[in-house]
Each structure stands twice: as C-alpha cells, then as structure tokens.
Antibody, heavy 126, light 107 residues
Framework: EVQLVESGGTLVQPGRSLRLSCTVS????????MSWVRQVPGKGLEWVGF??????????EYAASVKDRFTISRDDSKSIVYLHMNSLQTEDTGIYYC?????????????????WGQGAQVTVSS | DMQMTQSPSTLSASVGDRITITCRAS??????LAWYQQKPGKAPKVLIY???SLESGVPSRFSGSGSGTEFTLTISSLQPDDFATYYC?????????FGQGTKVESK
C-alpha cells in the first residue's frame, strides 16, 4: 500500500526556518516525482516544488513564490523527502501536502498527483 | 501565468442528479488536465487525469471531457458520498495551476 506521511508542521515566527519531512512506503523514488503542494485558506491549492526521480535526473524545480527560500531534498536510504523552508513569511501559512507523480505520466513540465499525504499544518505568526 | 477558472463556485444538487463542472484554462493545455475531489479535513484525491482517463478505483459515474482550454467533469448520478469540493489542475506548464474549486452541496 502506498503511504505518504508528513511530519514537522508547527507554529513558527516570521523569518525563522522549518523542515517538513515526508516518509513514504509502498514504492521507491526512482520512477516517481515527489512534490509539495500547499493549501492556503482563501487562496486554494498551490504547487510549491518537486524533485524528479533518480531515473529522471533527480533535479528540483520550485514555484516563483518560494524559489531561493525553500529547498527540497531526499534521503533515498530512509525513503524520506524533505522540504526545507527558510525566511518564512505569514503568507506561507497553510497545510503542506507531500504528493507523488508517476514520472512516465507526467509532461516535460510537471505532473498530476496520484497520491497525497494527510498534510502538515504550518502556521507562521509572531 | 496560467490561470484555471472553474464554474460554478458552488453547486446545489440532489442525490441522483447529473451535474457538470466546468474548468477553463487561460492558455491551450491540450489534454493535460486532472480533476480532484476533496472532503473536509482530508487531502485531495485524483479522479480523472489526461482530461478523460479515470483513475483506478474511481466509480464510473465520474467522467471528464475537453481539450485545449475548456474541460468538464460530469457526475452522472450524484451519490451521498459525492458531496465535496472539486478542483481541476493543469500540468501543461510548470506552475501546475489548480482551479479555485467547486463546492457541491446538498440542495
């Protein structure tokens, strides 16, 4: 069974950093694009960034709103994907979902998300 | 930037009704479109990908159509479990933009 479990969500002050983890089971990363999507009240669903599978170069892409502040990394030995968030702003508040895309079903640009974690709440407030 | 516009924002319907939700893309996206269902407190779940392909395990009362810039999600006979919010998502451009959502509520 495919499972994605996020952890690390919490209340954090503006300007601080936070790391979210996504522990996966039931599949290996090599053929999957792993992504983070956030849901912001009043703004809907927004793609944050992704890391391609090893068989597709393992490269990363980010949304303009988080580029240079957020970084996605992966520990294949532990089956964990990380979202490192720096210089957090109040507008980064939301539920952060770890999602999976089947690389062979993706376009050259991005993917649709066939599996989702339960989400991690991140609140940025002083 | 690519924009995805859904209509209506809210749809009131009864069990057994046939309902249709529309999603319009601001640019041509071929058939690179997915539909998701989200219930309160839960993550979205994919229903349709590539505009009209039914995800495994999704009931056949759900169907999708369209290409280019206009797409529809149809539920042929609304069931009690289908009251939820529905989102479209394009995956033609890197932003992978979602629509703003359509809430299907009980009339």
């Amino acid at each position: 069974e495919v499972q994605l479990v996020e952890s690390g969500g919490t209340l954090v002050q503006p300007g601080r950093s936070l790391r979210l983890s996504c522990t996966v089971s039931g599949f290996t990363f090599d053929d999957y694009l792993m992504s983070w999507v956030r849901q912001v009240p009043g703004k809907g669903l927004e793609w944050v960034g992704f890391v391609r599978g090893n068989n597709y170069g393992g490269t990363t892409e980010y949304a303009a709103s988080v580029k240079d502040r957020f970084t996605i990394s992966r520990d294949d030995s532990k089956s964990i994907v990380y979202l490192h968030m720096n210089s957090l702003q109040t507008e980064d508040t939301g539920i952060y979902y770890c999602t999976r895309g089947v690389q062979r079903s993706c376009t050259s640009a991005t993917c649709y998300w066939d599996s989702w974690g339960q989400g991690a709440q991140v609140t940025v407030s002083s | 930037d690519m924009q995805m516009t859904q209509s209506p924002s809210t749809l009131s319907a009864s069990v057994g009704d046939r309902i249709t939700i529309t999603c319009r893309a601001s640019q041509h996206i071929s058939t690179w479109l997915a539909w998701y269902q989200q219930k309160p407190g839960k993550a979205p779940k994919v229903l349709i990908y590539k505009a009209s392909s039914l995800e495994s395990g999704v009931p056949s009362r759900f169907s999708g159509s369209g290409s280019g810039t206009e797409f529809t999600l149809t539920i042929s006979s609304l069931q009690p479990d289908d009251f939820a919010t529905y989102y479209c998502q394009q995956y033609s451009s890197r932003s992978g933009t979602f629509g703003q959502g359509t809430k299907v509520e009980s009339k």
